[in-house]
Every structure is written in structure tokens, then in C-alpha cells.
């Protein structure tokens, strides 16, 4: 018994520096992935994200989810199309996008935090025109209300971050025009982190990190420069969704961030282990060395 006491006494020991050095700031997390499906991984993330605001981080959440839309289009008898990986949405197909993401996914997460002792504050994009979008276009190919962010406007979020409330933010924009748009939730973390000049992003997946070889995880890659993760996009060595998640971390680097990570979600309490251990977890991406 006193071992393990001990033991715990050594890991707050070696928490405090890391406590200390990231009290005060900005850390945005994508939440996704193994994370969002897997009830006991959902308790999980929310524990994180309490624990991370009671030592003075400022905790940003940004969600999609597109398996869950992709399901209750099916229930309801809509089948789903996709062009270039990007869902086309109608105006009935939006509507199930707002109901997924904003009535269901962020609900749940803010339960969840609530839960763990937190408090949490459901937003979508359009909420206080957080999300300004613009219609994104496939080639010649209309997509419908599929959106890119054109600005973020920080100015709630703030709000409930000196709140003392975790914003948790559903990739719902509005456009120009007052239609809502679908935005890649990926994108749109990393534009929020930029926007929010935050620490870190860190990126919720389904996978290890960023993988030399996609098809062993065990060639995981713990840490990379913005500059290498450019080229091994431009050779086409990235596929699927991971390159959505490295454009992410793209901008928010090039926007002020300091450094991303690329986080197994299937991982318990991943984002403690690399936040407040002197090993770390994931990839890290940095602006420069």
C-alpha cells in the first residue's frame, strides 16, 4: 500500500512542472474518433478536460461527426453520397447534421464533463457567428451546404472560457448568406486554435499518431516539424483521413500555435499522459526544431 502511495506522490512530483508551465494558457482538442463512440473512452476525455481546467488550462473542444450523421441518414431512409470525401449536403441532410451535432454528440459531451465534476457549454458554429463559412465547392461539382471556414470570431468562446465554463464546439458555420454549412471538423479545430493563439492543439484519433507505414502501428512517429509534414503531403505518402487532420495542424502551426499533437482517443487519458509526463504519448508537430 505505501508503494503505491508513493508511486502516486512521484507522478504529481512529476505532473507539477508541467501543471505550472501550462496553467494560464489555451489547449484545443478535436474531439473524434474512438473517443466519441466508446462510452467508458468518452469518461475518459471528459475527466481530462476537467482535471486540465482545475490546474488553470483553459480546455477548447471542437466535434463532428460523420459516422453518426451517416447513421441516422440511413435510419431515416437517406442514403448517403460522397464526392472527394466530402458529404453532399442538401437541406434535409443539413438538418440531420445540426440534429447529430448539435442536439446529440455536443449534448452528450457536455453531460459527460458535467458528470466529472466540470461545467460545459454547448455551442455550435453559428452561435454568436463563431464560425463564418463559405460554400465549398468540388471541381465543378456542387456539394450543397458543405462549408470551409472563411473567419472565427473568438469572442464567445473567451466569453465562456473566463467563465469558467469548457465551450464545447459543434462544426456547424454560417455563411454570408444565413444558410448553415457542414465544416470539416478537422479544419475547424485547427482554425479555432489559430484563431485562439492556444498553446497546443491536440487531435483526438483512431490511430497511434502519425505512422511512417499506415499499416504498422508500431511505426509510429513521436515527433516531426511543420516543414516534414508539408513534404511527406506533397509526396502523397499521407492518405485518407489523416490528411485533413495534418492540414489542421498546418494552419494552426502557421497561425501561432505552438505545437499539435496527433493522440490515440483509444488511449486512457492520452491527453494527461501528454501533457503531464515527461514521456508523452502521440506525435508531436512542431513549427520548427
Known amino acids: ?16 512542472p508541467y501543471i505550472q508551465r501550462w496553467a494560464g494558457t489555451t489547449i484545443v482538442v478535436k474531439y473524434g474518433g474512438a473517443a466519441m463512440v466508446n462510452e467508458e473512452h468518452k469518461r475518459y476525455v471528459a475527466q481530462d478536460l476537467v482535471l486540465m481546467q482545475h490546474v488553470g488550462i483553459r480546455p477548447v473542444v471542437v466535434h463532428g461527426g460523420g459516422p453518426r450523421i451517416t447513421e441516422l441518414m440511413q435510419q431515416l431512409g437517406k442514403e448517403p453520397v460522397f464526392v472527394e470525401g466530402h458529404r453532399v449536403t442538401d437541406a434535409e441532410t443539413m438538418e440531420i447534421a445540426q440534429m447529430v451535432l448539435v442536439g446529440l454528440i455536443s449534448q452528450d459531451l457536455v453531460s459527460q464533463i458535467y458528470g466529472a465534476g466540470g461545467q460545459a457549454v454547448s455551442v455550435s458554429g453559428k452561435d454568436g457567428r463563431t ?83 499506415p499499416n504498422d502501428e508500431t511505426s509510429l512517429i513521436s515527433y516531426i516539424t511543420l516543414d516534414q509534414v508539408k513534404t511527406m503531403l506533397a509526396s502523397g505518402e499521407i492518405e485518407g483521413g489523416m490528411i485533413p487532420k495534418l492540414q489542421a495542424c498546418i494552419e494552426a502551426l502557421e497561425g501561432g500555435v505552438r505545437r499539435a499533437h496527433l493522440l490515440d482517443g483509444r488511449l486512457a487519458h492520452a491527453m494527461l499522459m501528454e501533457l503531464f509526463t515527461d514521456a508523452g504519448v502521440g506525435t508531436m508537430i512542431e513549427a520548427a526544431p
Open 131 to 213: 464560425l463564418v463559412a463559405r460554400k465549398k465547392m468540388a471541381g465543378d461539382v456542387d456539394l450543397g451546404q458543405v462549408g470551409e471556414i472563411a473567419c472565427v470570431n473568438p469572442d464567445l468562446i473567451h466569453s465562456l472560457s473566463e467563465s469558467g465554463y469548457i465551450p464545447v464546439i459543434s462544426s456547424i458555420g454560417i455563411g454570408e448568406d444565413g444558410l448553415s454549412y457542414n465544416i470539416n471538423a478537422d479544419l475547424a479545430a485547427g482554425a479555432v486554435a489559430a484563431a485562439l493563439k492556444a498553446e497546443k492543439l491536440i487531435m483526438l484519433t483512431d490511430v497511434p499518431g502519425l505512422l511512417a507505414d
Open 1 to 16: 500500500m505505501r508503494e503505491d502511495l508513493i508511486l502516486r506522490a512521484a507522478t504529481l512530483v512529476e505532473a507539477l
